[in-house]
């Protein structure tokens, strides 16, 4: 691939802007940083440029001709080849079988050469991770470094012109990651041009020639290693973007003395086993506690062992001075810990039941009613919740799926504003919601706040942890790796905290 151009790419999701402007361009076999804080469209641009995405304006040339790539097939065709953040393997199959999976070769009319996609297979593992993993082992079965670099090979055993890795280091410990520059560096040696998706910039001044900087869904600056320094300072202050301090000050929540206020819940050393790793923290009455740091940190995996729903493998926690030990989501609730889950119609909603179900529903196991129910009483008490929340339409009966996913989300969140939340655990839960939607959800969760509930935010979104938060934590490889209280909380040292700036190893 001589040239390759994405020019003024935009795209759109039910009403969030994905991509709003964003281009990159580049000649010849180069290594290209795209970079980026969370949301800023990276994984969008790289999705389109494989097929998986429709875009909905914009340009794609290859070698100088405008190109259009509606499924992955037609982008392997012009040799674009995607190894997913998200992994596309299949559990059940073995490895060998996920590598060749789609591009098998055929031994006669009606048998599939195995033996060669057997070769194939090993032969690109072993340039990756030599005797590491055994070809007929189910993929099920391996840990996360070892599906990351399946993941890879598979996309290599395509024979990619333009290879993306989209953060492929992500579940990669120090040794794997060198294995898999080496790697790179030899594609690039054989003409093959890399897009490398990453939050760590050790990585990207190490290994890219060029970097493209998003934020918000705008590609707004490039940094060239062949004329300037490999200096994470160059691109640091592109990913922030100077105007988000002035915009977050001026709504900013007062700060509060919190010194003094209980602490409602502690954690000691909490591991899962998994993703998190010797958690310690404390949590005190009408804090809110942010939990930041780049996506897939453990911050969910956090979040929802507070919830009940993940099991605490090592460790302790207490509520209000008293250690507890959760075995359900039902054992939290009875405790006083509610969640307001990430994905709100898989986890938060009977989509084709009424708001008033969807409200009153969790009275039924907390035991709040008797064996008949009172609907005198709890259409009353569904309608004050409307009220605050204020729904649109604030029409109990009608079903939540006709909702708009602003007015859903209050559904979620205004189902605790019954209950007295000793905890309340929010977990992402602003994405994807309008302005108004997200503007009376935090009123909400800070008229909970001053009445002594503690709350405990995830969010993918700097600006909410800035205009909400009392301190904020910062996870990064399943450890709490920062700490910033009130007047520390800006956009800089957020991202420098959570990009690592300043590391260099992984």
Same mark, same amino acid.
């Given at each position: !691939?001589?040239? #390759?151009?994405?020019?003024?790419?935009?795209?759109?999701?039910?009403?969030? /802007?994905?991509?709003?402007?964003?281009?990159?361009?580049?000649?010849?076999?180069?290594? &290209?940083?795209?970079?980026?804080?969370?949301?800023?469209?990276?994984?969008?641009?790289? %999705?389109? &440029?494989?097929?998986?995405?429709? $875009?909905?304006?914009?340009?794609?040339?290859?070698?100088?001709?405008?190109?259009?790539?509606?499924?992955?097939?037609?982008?392997?065709?012009?040799?674009?080849?995607?190894?997913?953040?998200?992994?596309?393997?299949?559990?059940?199959?073995?490895?060998?079988?996920?590598?060749?999976?789609?591009?098998?070769?055929?031994?006669?009319?009606?048998?599939?050469?195995?033996?060669?996609?057997?070769?194939?297979?090993?032969?690109?593992?072993?340039?990756?991770? *030599?005797?590491?993993?055994?070809?007929?082992?189910?993929?099920?079965?391996?840990? *996360?470094?070892?599906?990351?670099?399946?993941?890879?090979?598979?996309?290599?055993?395509?024979?990619?012109?333009?290879?993306?890795?989209?953060?492929?280091?992500?579940?990669?410990?120090? +040794?794997?990651?060198?294995?898999?520059?080496?790697? /790179?560096?030899?594609?690039?040696?054989?003409?093959?041009?890399?897009?490398?998706?990453?939050?760590?910039?050790?990585?990207?001044?190490?290994? &890219? =020639?060029?970097?493209?900087?998003?934020?918000?869904?705008?590609?707004?600056?490039?940094?060239?290693?062949?004329?300037?320094? %490999?200096?994470?300072?160059?691109?640091?202050?592109?990913?922030?973007?100077?105007?988000?301090?002035?915009?977050?000050?001026?709504? %900013? $929540?007062? $700060?509060?003395?919190?010194?003094?206020?209980?602490?409602?819940?502690?954690?000691?050393?909490?591991?899962?086993?998994?993703? !998190?790793?010797?958690?310690?923290?404390?949590?005190?009455?009408?804090?809110?506690?942010?939990?930041?740091?780049?996506?897939?940190?453990?911050?969910?995996?956090?979040? !929802?062992?507070?919830?009940?729903?993940?099991?605490?493998?090592?460790?302790?926690?207490?509520?209000?001075?008293?250690?507890?030990?959760?075995?359900?989501?039902?054992?939290?609730?009875?405790?006083?810990? +509610?969640?307001?889950?990430?994905?709100?119609?898989?986890?938060?909603?009977?989509?084709?039941?009424?708001?008033?179900?969807?409200?009153? #529903?969790?009275?039924?196991?907390?035991?709040?009613?008797?064996?008949?129910?009172?609907?005198?009483?709890?259409?009353?008490?569904?309608? =004050?919740?409307?009220?605050?929340?204020?729904?649109?339409?604030?029409? %109990?009966? !009608?079903?939540?799926?006709?909702?708009?996913?602003?007015?859903?989300?209050?559904?979620? #969140?205004?189902?605790?504003?019954?209950?007295?939340?000793?905890?309340?655990?929010?977990?992402?839960?602003?994405?994807?919601?309008?302005?108004?939607?997200?503007?009376?959800?935090?009123?909400?969760?800070?008229?909970?706040?001053?009445?002594?509930?503690?709350?405990?935010?995830?969010?993918?979104?700097?600006?909410?942890?800035?205009?909400? &938060?009392?301190?904020?934590?910062?996870?990064?490889?399943?450890?709490?790796?920062?700490?910033?209280? +009130?007047?520390?909380?800006?956009?800089?040292?957020?991202?420098?905290?959570?990009?690592?700036?300043?590391?260099?190893?992984?």
């Amino acid at each position: !691939m001589e040239f #390759f151009e994405g020019r003024n790419l935009q795209k759109r999701f039910e009403g969030v /802007i994905a991509l709003h402007d964003a281009s990159m361009r580049f000649e010849g076999a180069k290594i &290209c940083g795209l970079v980026g804080a969370n949301g800023s469209g990276k994984t969008t641009f790289a %999705r389109i &440029c494989c097929g998986l995405v429709k $875009k909905d304006s914009g340009t794609i040339l290859i070698n100088g001709e405008e190109v259009s790539i509606s499924s992955p097939f037609e982008a392997n065709e012009y040799g674009i080849v995607l190894a997913h953040q998200n992994l596309s393997l299949i559990p059940d199959l073995t490895v060998w079988e996920n590598i060749k999976l789609g591009h098998e070769k055929a031994k006669n009319r009606f048998f599939l050469d195995n033996e060669a996609a057997r070769r194939d297979a090993e032969a690109i593992l072993n340039d990756l991770v *030599p005797g590491e993993i055994a070809l007929e082992t189910v993929v099920a079965e391996l840990g *996360p470094a070892h599906k990351q670099m399946v993941e890879i090979a598979k996309a290599l055993s395509q024979k990619p012109k333009l290879l993306i890795l989209d953060e492929p280091t992500a579940a990669l410990e120090y +040794y794997h990651v060198e294995q898999l520059f080496k790697r /790179i560096l030899q594609l690039k040696t054989q003409d093959v041009s890399i897009i490398f998706i990453s939050h760590r910039l050790w990585e990207i001044t190490r290994l &890219c =020639d060029i970097v493209f900087v998003f934020r918000n869904g705008i590609s707004v600056g490039t940094v060239d290693f062949g004329k300037e320094e %490999r200096d994470a300072s160059l691109i640091v202050p592109m990913i922030t973007g100077e105007e988000k301090h002035r915009t977050f000050d001026s709504v %900013r $929540k007062p $700060k509060k003395p919190l010194e003094g206020a209980d602490v409602s819940l502690e954690l000691s050393n909490v591991s899962d086993g998994i993703k !998190m790793k010797d958690i310690s923290l404390r949590a005190r009455r009408g804090e809110v506690l942010g939990i930041g740091g780049l996506n897939g940190q453990g911050q969910e995996e956090l979040i !929802m062992a507070v919830a009940g729903a993940v099991h605490i493998a090592s460790g302790s926690m207490s509520v209000d001075a008293e250690t507890v030990k959760f075995k359900h989501p039902k054992d939290a609730m009875k405790r006083g810990i +509610y969640l307001v889950p990430g994905d709100r119609i898989v986890h938060g909603l009977f989509p084709t039941h009424t708001v008033l179900k969807n409200l009153i #529903f969790p009275r039924l196991p907390l035991r709040k009613e008797g064996f008949r129910l009172n609907f005198k009483r709890l259409n009353s008490l569904s309608d =004050d919740i409307i009220g605050r929340v204020d729904l649109v339409p604030p029409d %109990r009966s !009608m079903s939540v799926i006709k909702l708009s996913g602003g007015n859903q989300q209050k559904v979620v #969140f205004g189902r605790w504003l019954q209950f007295m939340p000793t905890i309340l655990l929010l977990n992402d839960p602003a994405k994807g919601i309008d302005i108004q939607a997200k503007n009376a959800l935090f009123a909400l969760t800070h008229e909970l706040a001053g009445q002594g509930t503690t709350v405990i935010l995830y969010s993918s979104s700097n600006e909410e942890f800035i205009t909400n &938060c009392d301190r904020v934590l910062i996870m990064f490889e399943g450890r709490i790796v920062d700490e910033f209280g +009130y007047d520390d909380i800006t956009e800089d040292n957020l991202v420098k905290s959570s990009l690592r700036v300043g590391e260099t190893g992984v």
